[in-house]
């Protein structure tokens, strides 16, 4: 058993892309459904990327049965496998994150795994490229469930798979950028912590239910104490 167990988002807490998912999107979309800039205007923070592509699929008036779907899926993972590798808008880690993770893996009473909305292929891709994937234990994908609030669940039955458990759910922390994150936290009785390195301020994270909010993991020291107190 470990004191806590520490679920990260990835995309606007850890790391931003640069827009790699948007464009590897953009160009599956476009290949497979034939309509050009289909993410256009979609709301991506926080949502998975199921969701996000069932309301471009909407927005486009295109009907996609399961099959259509798998093979967008898989188009998308190969397309984003070429595009991490160009440069984009704030492409790069958060403020502090590789030392936070680093300092995390040398606490024997933690483990982090992953909540994400990313597809999981994609977000193994990117958390290599950032050379951040060895940090991670376990984790819940926007394949697992199309909504967020179930895979806070989902990723604590697979850290217990691996035989990481917790005295109970509120012992397990969820770490991320938007008011979603925080929700899914909340739906599982997890606790929360936000950061407001991606979409949302402080202020706006602050109106959430979150249990804290820090500007970024610039402060090792602070941020380390209040994952392993809250
Ligand atoms: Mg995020």
């Known amino acids: 058993m470990v004191a806590k167990i520490l679920l990260f988002d990835i995309d606007g807490t850890l790391l931003l892309s640069g827009r790699a998912g948007y464009r590897a999107l953009t160009r599956a979309f476009e290949e497979l459904f034939g309509v050009k800039q289909g993410f256009d205007g979609v709301p991506v923070a926080g949502m998975t990327d199921e969701l996000i592509l069932t309301d471009a699929l909407r927005r486009a008036g295109v009907v996609a049965d399961r099959v259509d779907r798998e093979r967008f899926h898989r188009r998308y993972c190969d397309l984003f496998g070429e595009e991490i590798h160009f440069p984009g808008p704030r492409k790069g880690l958060m403020p502090g994150v ?5 300092r995390l893996s040398r606490v024997d009473e933690v483990k982090c795994g992953l909540v994400t909305g990313n597809f999981a ?4 891709i990117k958390l290599e490229h950032f050379d951040l994937w060895r940090f991670f ?41 938007t ?31 979150a249990d804290a909010v820090v500007s970024d993991f610039g402060e090792t020291d602070t941020v380390v104490e209040l994952l392993l107190d809250i």
Do not use: M, N
């Open 98 to 102: 590789l030392t936070l993770l680093d």
């Open 137 to 177: 234990h376990f984790g819940a994908y926007g394949d697992d469930a199309p909504v967020r609030d179930e895979l806070v669940s989902i990723a604590v039955a697979r850290a217990e798979r691996k035989g990481v458990t917790v005295q109970g759910a509120h012992h397990v922390v969820v770490i991320g950028d």
């Open 121 to 124: 292929h994609p977000a193994r």
């Open 179 to 209: 008011p979603l994150d925080v929700q899914c936290a909340l739906a599982a009785g997890a606790r929360s912590v936000a950061v407001a390195t991606g979409t949302y301020d402080e202020v706006a994270l602050r109106g959430t239910k």
